[in-house]
């Protein structure tokens, strides 16, 4: 299982970013694809994810309005579309993966789970200032 995440880097504030996270090595149809940052002396972050059962998006409440979610499953390639862009954006983007249970949304597991059961790039650094 890989995931690589790139698209990063430094950016103006209100200025914009498209990350993308590819993955290998496994079936999307099976796993749940997440985006998370974490900024040096946070916690982890779940910024945004698509509910498979319905396609549901969540975004932090940090980014709504901001940021925009969206998949390619030929391409198994996740977009993060990031506008507007502000310097507490600054942070380590990465993608992370877990097996699905069920119909439950994207936002239901635990860092428990992604632990124990989770794949994640390496992420890409995005850093807002000017």
């Known amino acids: 299982v890989q995931l690589q995440a790139s698209g990063g880097g430094l950016v103006q504030p209100g200025g914009s970013l498209r990350l993308s996270c590819t993955a290998s090595?496994?079936?999307?149809?099976?796993?749940?694809i997440n985006w998370f940052r974490q900024a040096p002396g946070k916690e982890r972050e779940l910024v945004s994810c698509i509910s498979d059962s319905d396609g549901t998006k969540y975004y932090a409440d940090s980014v709504k309005g901001r940021f925009t979610i969206s998949r390619d499953n030929a391409k198994k390639t996740l977009y993060l579309q990031m506008n507007s862009m502000k310097p507490e954006d600054t942070a380590l983007y990465y993608c992370a993966a877990v097996p699905r249970l069920g119909a439950e949304p994207c936002t239901y597991y635990s860092d428990g789970y992604y632990t124990d059961f989770g794949s994640r790039g390496q992420g890409t650094q995005v850093t807002v200032a000017g």
């Open positions: 090595g496994f079936n999307l149809d099976i796993q749940v």
